[in-house]
């Protein structure tokens, strides 16, 4: 299957700073990546939709200016915490929606980052 | 708007026994149907998905799921169950049109016992 690969895996950082997290498909061009949240022992929930060349579309409740998302091109899309506080403390995982010439249309998800605000 | 419920939070089974995990859907069409697993700190594998034809879908690592539309739901199974098996499974649902995003049921945790 596709790869998607995610940087960093793991970051702790200090209130008020702000985080970058990378989202690579490595073999793939994606128009389309998702960002999704996860916190301890539940499921997936979609933050935004990254949208390569315009804007993410952000799901209800979910605060734009705190979740940055970028789509500069066919293979990255960057989600960044602005001002992280602890309750922002989770597991970020992205996915790249590969339709491609196989005639499938399937989401690969990344590996994860845990984000661990002090 | 589409949801995905997974009955069973917690699955316990013993090595070599059979498995199924449930997984029930609503959507007003035809939705695309997938189950992912994830272990431990990890993102999630695509083990299998469905689209459209036959309706007994073979993924990888001896999975395989059935699409029933009568009773909206597309339960896994494994006809013998590894130890490596244990791990977080989850069953998602997208529409057939739009940008497909994924919407995920609350997840199954399996363990595997000796």
């Known amino acids: 299957g596709a790869v998607v690969s995610q940087h960093p895996s793991r970051v702790i950082c200090k209130s008020g700073t702000s985080v970058k997290i990378e989202c690579r498909s490595l073999?793939?061009?994606?128009?389309?990546m998702f960002w999704y949240r996860q916190f301890p022992k539940k499921s997936l929930m979609l933050m935004a939709t990254?949208?390569?060349?315009?804007?993410?579309?952000?799901e209800q409740g979910v605060e734009k200016d705190k979740f940055l998302i970028n789509h500069a091109s066919l293979t990255l899309s960057t989600l960044t915490v602005t001002s992280a506080h602890p309750e922002d403390s989770s597991f970020y995982i992205c996915?790249?929606?590969?339709?491609?010439?196989?005639?499938?249309?399937?989401?690969?998800f990344g590996p994860g980052t845990r984000l661990t605000v002090l | 708007a589409q949801s995905v419920t997974q009955p069973d939070i917690h699955i316990t089974v013993s090595e070599g026994a059979s498995l199924e995990l449930r997984c029930n859907y609503s959507?007003?069409?035809?939705?695309?149907l997938f189950w992912y697993v994830q272990s431990p700190g990890q993102g999630l594998q695509l083990l299998l998905k469905?689209?459209?034809?036959?309706?007994l879908v073979q993924g990888i690592k001896g999975f395989e799921a059935e699409f029933k539309r009568s009773q909206s739901s597309f339960n896994l199974r494994k006809p013998s169950v590894h130890w490596s098996d244990a791990a977080e499974y989850f069953c998602?649902?997208?529409?057939?049109?739009?940008?497909?995003?994924?919407?995920f049921g609350s997840g199954t945790r399996l363990q595997v016992q000796p």
């Open positions: 996915s790249a929606r590969d339709i491609g010439n196989r005639g499938t249309d399937t989401q690969y």
């Open positions: 073999d793939f061009q994606a128009t389309t």
């Open positions: 990254s949208n390569e060349g315009s804007k993410a579309t952000y």
């Open positions: 959507y007003g069409a035809t939705p695309y």
């Open positions: 469905y689209f459209s034809g036959d309706t």
């Open positions: 998602a649902v997208a529409p057939d049109t739009g940008r497909r995003a994924l919407t």
